[in-house]
């Protein structure tokens, strides 16, 4: 029987980048260790704050509820947790059950934002709609574009001071990757433990960051806490090449996922100057903050004939 590195107790995972095992105990102790460790070093948190989480269901993001909601005890923070329904068939319908469920659990207020109420569309027919007009965007884009676009606003209706996600290692990892590849600076520059953006955005954070998704999943084993463990159906194309690329790497040599992260962190500051100050303006079709025009989301439903619908998404809810 292999051992706990820490105690001695039967071990349950092997954390092969340091070379230590541990038990389930040190486990849910080292992650709830790095977790606060991760909010203390970035102030991702103050006493006092009202943090929106945007919970999908899925493990990483269950997990950042059930650590924010230990971490805010004592301390005078708020929680509101939020989910964007994007309207994904077979898979949606089964998750977001599980981020009502969490939520309820531990009495956080839940507020659910949906594709079809807001821009007339599920993602499912924004999809069919682009297929035939031959957009060259894939799936992810309108949902990735869309959910930041929903998420952001309805964090700020609810006068959130930060929003939280579940992005662990992993993720962040291939952002960065992604971004390389794509010689994308400003996108690059945007990652990092807090983003604090520009007017009518609300700051992100990403406690579960230094987290690699493999400890979160066990994580909520360990716990006994509920969450959706599918894949979404429109997972595919360089995401998960990279995703891949990466897995494959961190077997071969284990910790390449914590030292790209350590680079990217030397490399971040000096990144700014290479990112153009823009000017922010109203999107002359909903409103939200933009840089251009017409701001992202807009754009992309224009490309397919449709506008968003609702221009307030909680106050519209409640009434
Ligand atoms: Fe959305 Fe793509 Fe993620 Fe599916 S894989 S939830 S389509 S971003
Ligand atoms: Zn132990
Ligand atoms: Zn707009």
């Known amino acids: 029987m292999l051992r706990c590195s820490f105690c001695g107790r039967r071990a349950v995972y092997h954390r092969r980048y340091a070379g230590v095992f541990l038990c389930d105990r040190c486990m849910i102790k080292s992650v709830e260790r790095r977790f606060r460790r991760a909010i203390s070093e970035n102030k991702l948190v103050m006493p006092g704050?009202?943090?929106?989480?945007?919970?999908?269901?899925?493990?990483?993001?269950?997990?950042?509820?059930?650590?924010?909601?230990?971490?805010?005890?004592?301390?005078?923070?708020?929680?509101?947790?939020?989910t964007v329904d994007e309207g994904i068939k077979g898979y949606r319908e089964q998750s977001l059950p599980v981020a009502r469920e969490n939520a309820e659990m531990l009495g956080v207020e839940?507020?659910?934002?949906?594709?079809?109420?807001?821009?007339?569309?599920?993602?499912?027919?924004?999809?069919?709609?682009?297929?035939?007009?031959?957009?060259?965007?894939?799936?992810?884009?309108?949902c990735g574009v869309m959910r930041r676009h929903l998420l952001n606003q309805a964090a700020r209706e609810l006068s959130a001071d930060k929003?939280?996600?579940?992005?662990?290692?992993?993720?962040?990892?291939?952002?960065?990757?992604?971004?390389?590849?794509?010689?994308?600076?400003?996108?690059?520059?945007?990652?990092?433990?807090?983003?604090?953006?520009?007017?009518?955005?609300?700051?992100?954070?990403?406690?579960?960051?230094?987290?690699?998704?493999?400890?979160?999943?066990?994580?909520?084993?360990?716990?006994?806490?509920?969450?959706h463990l599918d894949v979404c159906p429109y997972a595919s194309g360089i995401h998960t090449e990279i995703r891949d690329f990466l897995n494959s790497l961190e077997t071969n040599h284990p910790n390449s996922k914590f030292m790209i992260l350590r680079m990217f962190e030397e490399i971040r500051p000096h990144l700014q100057e290479a990112v153009p100050e823009v000017e922010m303006k109203s999107c002359e079709s909903c409103g939200e903050p933009t840089s251009t025009r017409l701001c992202k989301t807009c754009e992309l439903l224009q490309g397919i004939g449709l506008a968003k619908r609702r221009k307030n998404l909680i106050s519209d809810q409640n009434s």
């Open 163 to 227: 929003l939280a996600t579940g992005h662990n290692l992993d993720d962040e990892t291939q952002a960065i990757m992604l971004n390389y590849v794509r010689a994308d600076l400003s996108r690059l520059y945007r990652l990092g433990p807090i983003y604090m953006p520009r007017e009518g955005f609300v700051p992100r954070i990403k406690p579960l960051r230094e987290i690699p998704e493999k400890e979160v999943a066990l994580y909520t084993l360990l716990r006994g806490i509920k969450v």
């Open 49 to 82: 704050e009202r943090v929106a989480v945007a919970v999908s269901g899925g493990k990483d993001s269950v997990a950042c509820l059930h650590l924010l909601h230990d971490y805010c005890r004592g301390r005078r923070c708020e929680l509101v947790a939020i």
């Open 110 to 142: 839940h507020h659910v934002v949906s594709f079809k109420e807001v821009f007339g569309a599920k993602l499912d027919e924004m999809v069919k709609i682009a297929a035939k007009r031959v957009t060259g965007l894939n799936p992810c884009t309108y």
